[in-house]
């Protein structure tokens, strides 16, 4: 889905209209979380969420975060639901051989970093990955998953988009009331540039996003993308000094027609522009339109990875022992 825009201006009518469903959406998903027991696992659990529809960064974050703990030579899986994806699993996620409309267009971009299973029971999913040898999970999209223990529980937050303007579906943006979301967080990572700042009493960790260089045959860009927040992605483009000439957003893990993809070449070859999208969107595309198409690269980057690899092993004594 696209976010109406109004989730993202202070409370007015449409919001106001509205917010007794999000009342009701936000009592109903308090209580679903709490209505079922939890379950315990034998590795850690590290989950990494977001308290938001969509375009938080918690993809991002979770490669990076798996790529610290696997510098520090843990054996990191991931798991996912794998969100529109066919497959109900539990499935490893092969690259070459899955598609987005298989898996879901996450689980790609998680399974080039580490082994990745898809599981529309998450809990199916972590004991493939106990079979298989993992030191720990990291559960995508895990904030809100009932029936599982996390050991550890990050919410990322975008700084240009927060919170919107705090209220829960359909009313704002929230997945379920922020003071319950932040009761069951135990540290945030705020990614982006100031001015949103945290308070509350969880611990922050800062990171930003690392814009790759672009080498492009034109200066001129027709970008698009099918993301949960597209202004994040056209933000960082500006910042790279790109002409912007036409922008076209998509819904949120939109699968691209072929249609859609000539209609946005015609556009490009109408303003003789390049074509340019993110790595999540290119991923989706058969190779044909893959070679056609230019990509803009992100990486996280935390300001004090060694500060927060420090608090993974206070909060998981477990991995600390592991590696005495």
Request: charged share 20%; proline share 7%.
């Amino acid at each position: 889905m696209k976010a109406p825009s109004f989730w993202y201006k202070a409370p007015g009518f449409l919001s106001t209209l509205l917010s007794p469903l999000g009342w009701g959406y936000g009592l109903l998903a308090s209580w679903n979380y709490s209505s079922q027991k939890p379950q315990h696992f034998s590795i850690p659990v590290i989950s990494v969420g977001n308290l938001v529809c969509g375009g938080a960064g918690k993809t991002p974050v979770a490669l990076s975060l798996a790529k610290i703990l696997q510098e520090k030579g843990f054996q990191v899986h991931f798991v996912t639901r794998g969100y529109k994806g066919r497959e109900q699993g539990p499935l490893k996620v092969n690259t070459s051989q899955h598609s987005a409309r298989d898996v879901g267009d996450e689980p790609l971009l998680l399974a080039q970093q580490a082994p990745t299973w898809v599981s529309k029971k998450r809990g199916d999913g972590i004991q493939k990955a106990i079979e298989n040898k993992a030191d720990l999970v990291i559960l995508d999209d895990g904030h809100q998953t009932k029936g599982i223990v996390k050991d550890l529980s990050f919410i990322v937050v975008d700084s240009l988009q927060g919170f919107g303007n705090g209220l829960p579906l359909p009313a704002g943006p929230l997945r379920e009331p922020l003071t319950e979301g932040l009761k069951r967080t135990h540290a945030v990572i705020l990614l982006g540039e100031p001015p949103f700042a945290m308070g509350g009493p969880q611990p922050f960790y800062r990171a930003r996003i690392i814009l790759q260089p672009l080498t492009l045959p034109t200066k001129s860009v027709v970008a698009f993308c099918g993301i949960g927040f597209p202004q994040k992605f056209y933000h960082s483009l500006k910042k790279l000094k790109v002409d912007l000439v036409a922008t076209k957003s998509f819904p949120d893990h939109h699968i691209y027609t072929e249609k859609d993809l000539c209609r946005l070449a015609n556009l490009a070859k109408k303003n003789k522009a390049t074509l340019l999208t993110t790595r999540k969107d290119w991923i989706k595309m058969n190779s044909s339109w893959q070679k056609q198409l230019h990509v803009s690269d992100i990486a996280v980057q935390f300001e004090d990875a060694p500060g927060l690899y420090r608090f993974i092993l206070e909060k998981i004594p477990s991995l600390k022992e592991e590696r005495a």
